[in-house]
T-cell receptor
């Protein structure tokens, strides 16, 4: 079957660094997405990894290891506005429909 | 670029009535649109995949006669919730992919449906 796992909730301190992990088991691989979703809003795109390695984009970086079926999202210099859910998703099938992880709720404390 | 709009952003309706939600790709042509539903504190659940000019493909457990999806053009898909009931109250989100484009989906802002 197809499955994506990520922690349910994480807590971090403002200004710190946090790493949100995601493991996946899917038939075929067309890359991996990370989205941010604030309560009551639609997801917003953060990153898309197709090749192994780390991609850095400002305070956010995303890592992929295809051989391990593993990715992580790294958030640096945490700000209170980073409190949100972070969703890992993998596109599958000919339409590239997304298989979603359950999301990780990130709580930032002052 | 790649903006998706949804209308309405929120709607309240009475039980037994039908509600139509529109999803538009504003600056690109979308051959494929997806409809999701999200209940509080849960992840997105794919309801159906819609290809322009074809019948939608519904996920298991989603009633196609209750959730009518029409994708008549490359920029518009509609979701009609027929005979809505309180348990249909949810956050409905659409997304779209560029025709012949990359894998990425572009999300609409969502529609909050409350059935009383």
């Amino acid at each position: 079957g197809q499955n994506i796992d990520q922690p349910t909730e994480m807590t971090a301190t403002e200004g710190a660094i946090v790493q949100i992990n995601c493991t996946y088991q899917t038939s075929g691989f067309n890359g991996l997405f990370w989205y941010q979703q604030h309560a009551g809003e639609a997801p917003t795109f953060l990153s898309y990894n197709v090749l192994d390695g780390l991609e850095e984009k400002g305070r956010f970086s995303s890592f992929l290891s295809r051989s391990k079926g593993y990715s992580y999202l790294l958030l640096k210099e945490l700000q209170m506005k980073d409190s949100a859910s972070y969703l890992c998703a993998v596109p599958v099938d000919s339409n590239y429909q997304l298989i979603w992880g359950a999301g990780t709720k990130l709580i930032i404390k002052p | 670029g790649a903006v998706v709009s949804q209308h309405p952003s929120w709607v309240i309706c009475k039980s037994g009535t039908s509600v139509k939600i529109e999803c538009r790709s504003l600056d690109f042509q979308a051959t494929t649109m997806f409809w999701y539903r999200q209940f509080p504190k849960q992840s997105l659940m794919l309801m159906a995949t819609s290809n322009e000019g074809s019948k939608a493909t519904y996920e298991q457990g989603v009633e196609k006669d209750k959730f009518l999806i029409n994708h008549a053009s490359l920029t518009l898909s509609t979701l009609t919730v027929t005979s809505a009931h309180p348990e249909d109250s949810s956050f409905y989100i659409c997304s779209a992919r560029l025709a012949g484009g990359p894998v990425e989906q572009y999300f609409g802002p969502g529609t909050r449906l409350t059935v009383t």
